[in-house]
């Protein structure tokens, strides 16, 4: 019999602290030797400068933009390609994620990823890729004297990339990751959902990449999505850096001169929904003692006449912690917030969102919302003040002009703008815009387009630490569903025939196992030494599970960093005790301790009601309870006795995926048989290693006894 995989097993780690010696105290410096802020003067700000591009379009329907820059000896490029995830396919969202990953790591019909990597490395080059919402993207930086080799590549991987399999499935099992600890962060969950909300679940702006989703793609939609979208007469190339140009647009003549692929003109992005979603939408997260929220409702479109009022407006609203009007009222003043700010956001193509985002103590929660409520109701009352406008302009166009600071960020820029099919002189027309407006004009577009009443209130805490409710804001709350779904397995053909053949089998393992002696334990406790496996490194623990047939077990893991003590009543509840404090077994914890429970060989193998055995193959059947609970038993079927298990539950936090448990030797306990050791893997990498110490069954367990906490 086995223990199975540890159900509640923390992976530990270690710390290390080097003291470092203290520095000898500073000498105090004079108060009048200190200049005040307000004495220091500072050059005006440097205008912006387009520098010339060169422009100009292949036969084949590419455009190229090349600019010379000789501050350094390197040239670099990227092509803008017109697609993006807002073209996925429902069922397979993530295909254009995937496309932007292994487009570069899938390597070409010539060379693999792993290949590509080593030739760049080698001469300090890099050729990357991706797929954002609205556009994909190839680039390549390369030394000088090594621009020919790399635009090959460069071209290469753009026209010729294979989507190799094994990489593709690497790209799943890392976005598959993604999406099992996308609940870890709060700020992560208010975002995501504010946004979802506002644009719509069943749009692509709001959708989730799933399991399901990502399960579906194939390298032959990979493929499918490359031909449809990249060609000439659908991408931009920009070209920048140490060269002389009637060499460079000669190479990029001759190197792109026979690219041939054609295809339709690509449609235009889905249009947004401008519907409002007013409401409170309340995301509970119970191990956090702060609570993070945004407000707010769909914004604009950057080309929107009003967008530099607009944007000014955000920014004297929350454009600073500390000198905004919200900074001021719910940092500064009461302390409600140690984080708050606020933006009119907006989009190239589409509307963005307008949104209040603050952070703060569970408890002023509701007093932080009811205070940025009145906050935004006096701010439609009466315009800004002058010393308000005047500091919201300064934060904006300082970052304007930094973000023009240099050859390769305006290009840049100029190629943005003309993706989106933005004037060329966009840059000049928004500068003198936003130094125009006025405090009338500010309050004219918070009037116009600050929407109070249709407010999307999404808060993420845990509301029994919250002062007061929620609906104490006198706004509907809706509690969000959090919970991912996990992917559909593909269901296995069963009939009398193979149902028959499963059970026989599995009446020939359990009689190997112990026959009637394995029926006839009521209760037991087994003592494993256990070694965790992770990053080239070992954590050592012991564990004791102990259980009752009837129902309910106890694990006791002592780990390096102290002892987590875990309880199943058998049926939907429990609790975890560790060195920080106790919670629950409540969610994936509870599913894994009943998915756990379930699989323990000791148990598994008994002959249950509702328990059915379907033979798959040669040595293979999947044993199911009717309750959702299923495993993959490999058997040698000459003996009975147990090889391995298959099943796809995995550690806390992870993907679902495929895990062993192998078992590498058996002990006799009292007429039964038990694995003396076994091995853990997931894929390629092995987990966990533990071997049998002592066992011992019907000893007389009590229910109170699993029960009773440390």
Do not use: C
């Not at 071209?155 to 799943?172: G, S, T, Y």
């Not at 875990?566 to 509870?590: A, R, V």
């Not at 062993?660 to 002990?667: A, D, G, K, T, V």
């Amino acid at each position: 019999m086995s223990n199975r995989m540890p159900w509640m097993l923390l992976l530990a780690g270690a710390s290390l602290w080097a003291q470092a010696p203290a520095a000898a105290p500073a000498k105090p410096i004079s108060a009048a030797a200190t200049p005040s802020v307000k004495t220091l003067k500072f050059a005006p700000l440097k205008p912006v400068k387009i520098p010339e591009v060169t422009q100009f379009t292949l036969p084949n329907g590419l455009r190229v933009y090349l600019l010379e820059s000789r501050s350094l000896p390197v040239v670099s490029g990227f092509a803008l390609v017109k697609t993006g995830n807002l073209f996925d396919p429902r069922d397979k969202a993530g295909l254009a994620d995937m496309v932007g990953t292994v487009m570069r790591s899938g390597g070409t019909r010539t060379r693999t990823g792993d290949q590509l990597n080593e030739q760049l490395e080698n001469i300090a080059a890099s050729v990357e890729t991706g797929v954002g919402e609205t556009s994909g993207r190839v680039s390549f930086n390369a030394l000088k004297e090594n621009t020919d080799e790399v635009l090959a590549v460069f071209k290469d991987v753009m026209l010729n990339p294979e989507f190799r399999q094994d990489k593709l499935d690497l790209a799943k099992t890392q976005e598959k990751s993604g999406i099992a600890r996308r609940n870890d962060d709060a700020a992560g969950i208010t975002g995501r959902e504010f946004s979802n909300i506002l644009y719509g679940r069943n749009t692509p702006y709001g959708w989730n990449i799933e399991y399901e989703t990502v399960d579906r793609i194939s390298r032959a939609d990979l493929l499918a999505f490359h031909q449809r979208f990249f060609f000439p007469k659908n991408t931009m190339l920009a070209v920048y850096g140490d060269f002389q140009l009637a060499e460079m647009r000669a190479k990029i003549e001759k190197l792109f001169g026979d690219w041939t692929a054609d295809q339709p003109p690509v449609p235009e992005f889905p249009k947004v929904e401008m519907t409002p979603k007013p409401g409170i939408f309340l995301a509970i997260k119970e191990d956090v003692n702060q609570t993070n929220f945004r407000i707010g409702h769909l914004g604009g479109v950057i080309r929107d006449k009003d967008f530099p009022a607009l944007d000014l407006m955000g920014a004297v609203l929350g454009g600073s912690p500390f000198t905004s009007r919200l900074g001021k009222a719910i940092r500064v003043n009461k302390g409600y917030a140690y984080q708050i700010g606020a933006d009119w956001g907006a989009q190239f193509d589409h509307p963005g969102l307008f949104s209040i985002s603050a952070g703060t103590k569970s408890e002023n929660t509701v007093p932080a919302i009811r205070t940025i409520q009145s906050e935004i109701t006096k701010f439609l009352a009466a315009p800004p003040t002058a010393e308000e406008l005047q500091s919201a302009k300064d934060k904006i166009l300082n970052t304007f002009v930094f973000s023009f600071d240099s050859p390769s960020k305006t290009l840049g820029r100029l190629m943005t703008y003309e993706y989106y099919g933005y004037p060329k002189d966009f840059i000049f027309q928004y500068q003198k815009a936003v130094e125009a407006v006025t405090p009338a004009d500010v309050h004219r577009v918070a009037k116009q387009y600050l929407k109070p009443d249709n407010f999307t209130y999404v808060v993420t805490g845990k509301p029994a630490d919250f002062k007061e409710p929620l609906t104490a804001l006198k706004l509907p709350v809706t509690e969000l569903d959090l919970k991912i779904p996990e992917p559909k397995k593909a269901a296995v053909a069963a009939d009398a025939a193979s149902l028959n053949k499963g059970a026989v089998l599995l009446k020939k393992v359990r009689a190997a196992m112990g026959g009637a002696k394995l029926e006839a334990v009521i209760d037991s406790t087994i003592v494993l030494e256990v070694k965790l496996l992770q990053g080239g490194g070992m954590a050592a623990a012991k564990q004791t599970t102990q259980r009752l047939a009837a129902g309910g077990m106890r694990q006791e893991n002592v780990l390096p960093f102290g002892k987590v003590v875990s309880y199943w009543d058998g049926q939907g509840g429990g609790w975890l005790k560790h060195p920080q404090g106790e919670l629950p077994l409540q969610g994936p914890m509870l599913q894994q301790a009943q998915g756990e429970g379930f699989r323990q060989l000791l148990y598994l193998l008994r002959d249950r009601p509702g328990v059915t055995a379907n033979y798959l193959a040669a040595g293979t059947i999947e044993i199911s309870d009717g309750r959702g609970n299923s495993t993959k038993l490999v058997v040698d079927e000459a003996t009975g006795m147990p090889v391995k298990q298959i099943s796809g539950q995995v550690a806390m936090g992870g993907p679902p995926a495929d895990v062993e448990e192998r078992y590498l030797s058996f002990r006799d306990v009292d007429g039964v048989k038990l694995a003396a050791a076994t091995e853990i893997w997931q894929g390629p990498a092995k987990l966990v290693e533990t071997k049998l110490l002592e066992a011992k069954f019907n000893s007389g367990l009590k229910p109170e006894q699993l029960a009773a906490k440390p």
